[in-house]
């Protein structure tokens, strides 16, 4: 094997990537849709290299095949940690709020966070874990979460982070599906009122044939009792604080893969999408310190979950990238009441806050008087994300929480896209209530009619779609790369599909709409209709089940299950109670129904296809007008559906 060139490219001014008017957003958009090469290759000397990259981008989204800073190496930690420990070693890194209230804050410095992720890359590598292994995690929102993954990607391991609400089934598909080598869990989350116990569902997990695994490293997080198996099962900080803090960052190629994150699509299992190294960095850092607008010595709060692709790119990767002060929260919004949140921001002073509107709509429903004990003046730009910010949540956060003073930033984007792909930038661009707005440069968003024809000009609406590669687009569905290339690359010739239909508005200002396909988004989090519908199909008295979202007033959407039984159900509620139990096992609490009608048939085409979109007319309390009906198989379940809808 050649030697790398070890001479480091190395240019440490990482704040000048900022823009700071629309009107040079609009000078350096043009610029990168122009020269996307020349754009971010100027973006990328920005980082550390231990080798430069050969050539910018090689792609084509036919096989799909897409490469950013071909042959270029470097690891993503040395960016997060080691190059900001002259200049900011002693600024905090993790502000970690705990979800008691009146327990201390616990920080790491940057130099603290080194020193901790080396130590456990040194104890990762002390058990068996190198470069390309998967490492799966199974935790709460506690600082070890994020060492974890760091420390993985220190080494060159693989992360597959999986939120720890998912169910024992859920972990388990997902550690066999990437065959992972370790699992890194905690004993108990603690989270509101709560205490889940971690440990016990890797265990349940790992009794259904997750053979892979050699290794479960437990973070005593609660201290609460935990069994423990023997040579399988070891203590973190056993295996953790012996260990030197120095551990050399394992050379990656841009293209060596960095983590695999599932996510539900329309069809089947969820998918581990999977992001690579360099460009990955790159999108992250870029778009987080332009949209955010982030300042040295800001902090910043990211609300959502680590197990969420929120939780990498702006909890973890872009802010840490940024040598930014990011604040990770282990509690929920309502505890010890509804106005954690604001005290929270009141408490440590945060800048910039970034959360979801599901949570914005659920913390507006509590009243005003939760925010107006608190001091927000802190406060200097508010994020969105997730799904659709309805106006009325806008227009509280804006005002309630920002006093008008903040600029909102409704950042559309996915797990496949890796980094906000439209959004605003801070203060700089003109917002509008419920519209994401422009894309980030680099972004070349389109508006396909059904038949795949791009839509011109503004004042229009259709599918949307990417024309050209970014950094931080997927590479692949782990271990299935054709999977990728039908779920995001066939549709159109040529183009991403997001899976999601948008308007642009007379000012070219892009508002999303939602999801096209059967993917139902409850609060923020995405849900296949099959992904569900299988699970309750598990319930021994289920012979069929159609599952379809209706409009929610705190989730966005709610999940309506309709379901054929064999033999009439007796005790409704005892049914309904099971089919819940069935989702929370196979699944996890998030996917459970909010609505269950027994149904006698599903309205079926003559070709046997679910006509879901009577179902969902029907699930939304709209029976007025269900379309022409006679073609179907069986027209006659339709009224029998609409006279029973649980609406
Ligand atoms: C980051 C994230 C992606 C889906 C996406 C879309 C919806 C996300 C949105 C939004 C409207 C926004 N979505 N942000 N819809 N406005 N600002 O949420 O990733 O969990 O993969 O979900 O969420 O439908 O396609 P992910």
Redesign the pocket.
């Known amino acids: 094997m050649a030697r790398p060139n070890t001479k480091a490219y190395q240019k440490t001014d990482r704040m000048t990537l900022q823009i700071n008017s629309f009107d040079e957003y609009k000078e350096v958009y043009k610029r990168s849709v122009e020269d996307p090469e020349g754009f971010w290759a100027e973006q990328a000397s920005s980082f550390t290299w231990k080798k430069k990259w050969d050539k910018v981008l090689d792609w084509n989204f036919k096989e799909p095949n897409v490469k950013w800073f071909v042959g270029g190496q470097m690891n993503i930690t040395e960016n997060c940690l080691d190059r900001h420990l002259e200049e900011r070693g002693d600024q905090v890194a993790i502000l970690f709020e705990p979800n008691d209230p009146d327990a201390p804050n616990k920080t790491y410095t940057y130099k603290e966070l080194h020193a901790e992720v080396g130590k456990t890359a040194n104890a990762l590598k002390a058990n068996g874990i190198g470069k390309g292994d998967r490492v799966c995690f199974y935790m709460p929102m506690v600082p070890e979460l994020a060492i974890g993954v760091l420390a993985c990607a220190r080494i060159g391991a693989i992360h597959s982070v999986v939120f720890a609400g998912f169910s024992a089934q859920a972990l388990a598909d997902r550690i066999k599906d990437a065959t992972c080598k370790a699992v890194i869990c905690s004993d108990y989350n603690a989270r509101g009122a709560k205490n889940i116990p971690v440990k016990k569902v890797v265990d349940d997990a790992l009794a259904m044939g997750c053979d892979s695994i050699e290794t479960v490293l437990v973070h005593q997080n609660t201290g609460g009792e935990v069994q423990m198996e023997t040579g399988r099962d070891k203590w973190w900080h056993e295996e953790v604080d012996g260990q030197p803090t120095d551990c050399p960052a394992e050379p990656m190629d841009s293209e060596d893969m960095l983590f695999i994150l599932y996510?539900s699509g329309s069809t089947g299992k969820p998918k581990g999408v999977v992001h690579t190294c360099g460009g990955y960095m790159v999108y992250t850092a870029y778009s987080f310190q332009n949209v955010f607008q982030y300042k040295p010595g800001d902090i910043y709060w990211c609300t959502a979950d680590i197990g969420?692709?929120?939780g990498h790119s702006y909890i973890v990767y872009g802010p840490l990238l940024s040598g930014a002060t990011t604040v990770m929260f282990e509690g929920v919004p309502t505890y010890p009441d509804a106005g954690r949140f604001w005290q929270v921001c009141e408490k440590l002073k945060v800048n910039q806050f970034y959360t979801a509107p599901t949570a914005i709509r659920a913390l507006m429903a509590q009243g005003d008087e939760y925010v107006e004990q608190y001091d927000l003046s802190s406060l200097s730009v508010l994020g969105?994300?997730?799904?659709?910010?309805n106006e009325e949540a806008w227009e509280w956060y804006h005002e309630k929480i920002g006093k008008k003073n903040c600029p909102i930033v409704?950042?559309?984007?996915?797990?496949?896209t890796g980094g906000i792909m439209?959004?605003g930038l801070g203060s700089h661009s003109p917002m509008k209530p419920a519209h994401?707005g422009y894309p980030l440069p680099g972004i070349q968003p389109c508006l396909l009619d059904a038949d795949g024809n791009e839509l011109e000009g503004n004042g229009i609406e259709g599918l949307l779609c990417i024309k050209y590669p970014w950094p931080s687009i997927l590479r692949t569905t782990y271990g299935d790369h054709e999977r990728c290339r039908q779920t995001y690359f066939s549709a159109f010739p040529d183009k991403y599909f997001?899976?999601?239909g948008a308007r642009r508005d007379k000012d070219g200002m892009y508002r999303?709409i939602?999801?096209v396909d059967d993917?139902i988004?409850v609060s923020?989090?995405?849900m296949g209709t099959a992904e569900v519908e299988n699970a309750i199909n598990e319930h021994p008295m289920v012979v069929e089940s159609a599952v379809v979202g209706y409009p929610h007033d705190i989730k966005g959407q709610g999940i309506y299950a309709y379901i054929i039984t064999a033999g009439p159900v007796e005790d409704e509620e005892a049914f309904r109670k099971e089919v819940l139990a069935v989702v929370t096992k196979e699944i996890g609490p998030i996917a459970k129904p909010d609505k269950i009608q027994v149904v006698s048939g599903l309205p079926k085409t003559r070709s046997g296809k679910i006509m879901r979109r009577i179902l969902r007319k029907v699930a939304s309390g709209d029976t007025s007008n269900l379309g022409d009906t006679s073609t179907l198989l069986n027209p006659e379940v339709v009224d029998e559906i609409k006279n029973n809808a649980l609406v």
């Open positions: 996510t969420w692709i929120t969105s994300v997730g799904e659709p910010i409704d950042t559309w984007w996915q797990t496949e439209i959004g994401a997001t899976g999601d999303i939602g999801r993917v988004n923020g989090h995405r």
